[in-house]
């Protein structure tokens, strides 16, 4: 069992930037990737941004060249460091971890509750 608590969220401005951790404890010897996944009002769930234990990376083509994701496994802790912010990326911001299997995509195993991230215009 692995539990994901986030940190980081809030309020900034148009072009402002945002730093969110996430820090996993339980089993965490059983977590393959780590991410995280943003949902907005009345728009799907997403993913923003995935991570290897090796620390190979993905984004979403909408966050790709502003937003970076890296993990210190020694502090069992994954971060999503958040620049050029628009309006169009408030959203709730969720961590997950995926148990190891033989995909190649984010499943989403556990997750965090949650943190909000809001942009003003």
């Known amino acids: 069992q692995v539990q994901l608590v986030e940190s980081g969220g809030g309020l900034v401005q148009d072009g402002g930037s945002l730093r969110l951790s996430c820090t996993a404890s339980g089993r965490i010897f059983s977590t393959n990737r780590m991410g995280w996944y943003r949902q907005a009002p009345g728009k799907q769930r997403e993913l923003v941004a995935a991570?290897?234990?090796?620390?190979?990376?993905n984004y979403a083509d909408s966050v790709k060249g502003r937003f970076t994701i890296t993990r210190d496994n020694a502090k069992n802790t994954v971060y999503l460091q958040m620049n050029d912010l628009t309006p169009e990326d408030t959203a709730v911001y969720y961590c997950?971890?995926?148990?190891?299997?033989?995909?190649?995509?984010?499943?989403?195993?556990?997750w965090g509750q949650g943190t909000q991230v809001t942009v003003s215009s």
């Open positions: 991570i290897t234990r090796v620390g190979t990376t």
């Open positions: 997950a971890a995926d148990r190891p299997h033989f995909g190649t995509t984010m499943r989403g195993d556990y």
